[in-house]
Nanobody, 122 residues
């Protein structure tokens, strides 16, 4: 059974940083494109960042230059480093996995984590 388990969320002040992690199990991780999505209250889910199997990345315009997605295939884990956080970044962040063989991120796929809450507030 595929499992994606997110961690690292919490409460942070504006301008602060957090690093989210998503550990995957029961998949051949290196064959999966991985993505981070978020849903803020009253808003639709949106792509935050994605990373293809070969390492190419894709970011939402709102997070470019502040967030960095990376993956460690040896640890079956994808990360989202979030810097210069803003109140508008407050949301539940979800990890996603999609079996993929294309060079660019083309998610989302069928597998989702349970989500981790990120709250940016003073």
């Amino acid at each position: 059974q595929v499992q994606l388990v997110e961690s690292g969320g919490g409460l942070v002040q504006p301008g602060g940083s957090l690093r989210l992690s998503c550990a995957a199990s029961a998949i051949i991780f290196r064959f999966y494109a991985m993505g981070w999505y978020r849903r803020a209250p009253g808003k639709q889910r949106e792509l935050v960042a994605g990373i293809a199997t070969g390492g190419s990345t894709k970011y939402a315009d709102s997070v470019k230059g502040r967030f960095t997605i990376s993956r460690d295939n040896a640890k079956n884990t994808v990360y989202l480093q979030m810097n210069s956080l803003k109140p508008d970044d407050t949301a539940v962040y979800y990890c996603n996995a999609k079996w993929s063989y294309v060079s660019d991120y083309d998610g989302p796929g069928d597998y989702w984590g349970q989500g981790t809450q990120v709250t940016v507030s003073s």
